[in-house]
């Protein structure tokens, strides 16, 4: 055999032999990839993604839509090596440390109902924020959704309960809730002043270290709203919080004269606050990428993910800054009538 072939023959076996354990190792990566776009003034599944009733609503046109990550991996479903390395190369696929999804402190399990539970407070918020916006009143209180096993919260906290003070401080929402109970440390004992079937009291936890080393109590909590009007949010399988403002837009396209979109596919993402406070968050790129697909040539994008976003942005997608949903508005009301500011990342 000649040395040309045998080197080819070496070159062969050693590539067949990197494909077959590239297959079969498996390796603690997640890759996230361009998911679904859903219009929020559409429909999923024959249903309307946002119905609402008890209050007068408008005709909508266009669409607001809203952008997912899918991803594959796990700690229960580990992708192979193979799978990891087509993902380093593709530019519309990031490949991440499972971690940084699945934390080590929870199963994938609490990873996907905590996801749930993201996604009921975003819907929740995203009403919250629209009514403010048009200055509807309303009533908010936190419950509480469940209690790990093992941790402080669990046996003393129920379902159901309504958190209405930390230590003494009346509560404005979950965040306030999250950052009374952060603002401890590991073992110091946090007063909650609750209500349990119309009765009020006050319990005694003492807080758990979390892996970075904060209080915690080991508690899921959600806003609870009392809306003068009912609004129902219908996504399927969705999950996270990420949605919060294009829900918000939906909501008050659909509950005001005129139409925000001028008819154009805009696209969008963003965590938002009962306040209309836009919020970053995870997986940017792959989320431009499925609203281009999608045909759409708007992308709301929050403030802080701005610098990440300019440097994936797919061509022919233009990049408006969200911070608040009030601005948005703005924002689209200058896209349609041709007239005042639209705020631009590549400008911030």
């Not at 996230?32 to 119905?51: C, F, H, Y």
């Not at 390395?85 to 402190?105: K, S």
């Not at 919080?241 to 139409?259: Q, V």
């Not at 601005?327 to 200058?334: E, F, I, P, S």
Request: charged residues 20%; glycine residues 12%; aromatic residues 4%.
């Amino acid at each position: 055999m000649s040395p040309r072939a045998l080197t080819l023959l070496v070159s062969g076996f050693l590539v067949l032999a990197l494909g077959v354990v590239g297959a079969f190792l498996k390796v603690p990566y997640v890759v996230l990839s361009p998911g679904p776009t859903e219009n929020t003034l559409g429909e999923v599944s024959k249903k309307p993604v946002i119905a609402i009733s008890g209050r007068q609503t408008y005709p909508t046109s266009g669409a607001l839509r809203l952008t997912t990550v899918e991803y594959k991996g796990g700690p229960t479903n580990r992708i192979d090596l193979m799978t990891a390395l087509r993902g380093w190369i593709d530019p519309a696929v990031a490949v991440v440390p499972e971690a940084t999804i699945f934390p080590p402190d929870q199963t994938a399990q609490q990873v996907e109902e905590q996801n749930a539970v993201e996604m009921t407070n975003s819907q929740d918020n995203a009403t919250a924020a629209a009514l403010t916006e048009l200055k509807i009143p309303f009533t908010m209180a936190v419950t509480v959704v469940s209690t790990e096993k093992g941790m402080p919260a669990h046996g003393v906290l129920q379902k159901g309960d309504e958190i209405v003070s930390i230590d003494g401080k009346p509560l404005g929402g979950v965040d306030e809730a999250v950052a009374a109970v952060k603002a401890h440390k590991p073992g110091d004992t946090i007063v909650l002043g609750i209500l349990r079937n119309g009765s009020r009291q006050e319990v005694s936890v003492k807080a758990a270290a979390s892996p970075q080393n904060a209080a915690r109590l080991g508690v899921s909590m959600q806003a609870k709203y009392k809306f003068p009007f009912e609004v129902r949010i219908n996504v399927g399988e969705v999950g996270g919080p990420s949605a919060g403002l294009m829900f918000s837009l939906g909501i008050l396209d659909k509950l005001t004269p005129g139409e925000l979109t001028g008819g154009k596919s805009i696209a969008g993402t963003g965590t938002i606050t009962p306040e209309g406070e836009v919020g970053p968050i995870g997986g940017i790129a792959q989320k431009m990428v499925g609203a281009r697909k999608a045909g759409a040539s708007v992308f709301l994008t929050p403030e802080d993910n701005c610098a990440e976003a300019v440097k994936a942005a797919p061509d022919g997608l233009r990049l408006v800054k969200a911070s608040t949903l009030h601005q948005v508005v703005q924002a689209l009301d200058a896209l349609r009538t041709g007239r005042g500011t639209v705020p631009s990342c590549a400008a911030g």
